[in-house]
T-cell receptor, first 109, second 111 residues
């Protein structure tokens, strides 16, 4: 089955800097790659997603890139703000979602 | 937030007792899922349903059963709770091949 690895497990950045989180997946049949943000005590919420027929997608300060050949995808957050502090999860799906273990992002002001 | 509720939101129970968690949706989505969330493991799929009375196992299904008798309700049962089932449980819904939306979660403590 699918296996998703996510790095780093924790990331601290200064406010205004960029943050990058990387994920690799094992199943070449996976075709959908969402990213979720989870604040403390809250539910995971979708922030951006990408399908396998697209290499990059951007939504304001957030972008996701996908390299199907290398089987990895990344989340990029530019101009980070304190409210970006949360746990971020990547996932890959060829029908069922398989999640990475999560990245704790801390934005220091 | 999508129209998903979970009940109870918090529960403390003793080892060996049965526990049922309920997920209720008002979105009429075909797929429903149960996940557990534990530190260092992300979200792991327990069971899912692709229609009324149609369910299948996820990666951590041992010790859990599910039922879906109506489109809007998906029940997760722990037949005999164990301390290893202490976790936060999330329900999610989706249409086929579409985004999953999560419920608010249930915190379960098994003593």
């Amino acid at each position: 089955g699918e296996n998703v690895e996510q790095h780093p497990s924790t990331l601290s950045v200064q406010e205004g800097d960029s943050a990058v989180i990387k994920c690799t997946y094992s199943d070449s049949a996976s075709n959908y790659f969402p990213w979720y943000k989870q604040e403390l005590g809250k539910r995971p919420q979708l922030i951006i997603d990408i399908r396998s027929n697209v290499g990059e997608k951007k939504d304001q300060r957030i972008a996701v890139t996908l390299n199907k050949t290398a089987k990895h995808f990344s989340l990029h957050i530019t101009e980070t703000q304190p409210e970006d502090s949360a746990v971020y999860f990547c996932a890959a799906s060829e029908g069922k979602l398989v999640f990475g273990a999560g990245t704790i992002l801390r934005v220091k002001s | 937030d999508a129209g998903i509720t979970q009940s109870p939101r918090h529960k403390v129970t003793e080892t060996g007792t049965p526990v049922t968690l309920r997920c209720h949706q008002t979105e009429n989505h075909r797929y429903m899922y149960w996940y557990r969330q534990d530190p260092g493991h992300g979200l792991r799929l327990i069971h899912y349903s692709y229609g009324v009375k149609d369910t299948d196992k996820g990666e951590v299904s041992d010790g859990y059963s599910v039922s879906r008798s109506k489109t809007e309700d998906f029940l997760l049962t722990l037949e005999s709770a164990t301390s290893s089932q202490t976790s936060v449980y999330f329900c999610a819904i989706s249409e086929p091949q579409e985004t999953q939306y999560f419920g608010p979660g249930t915190r379960l403590l098994v003593l």
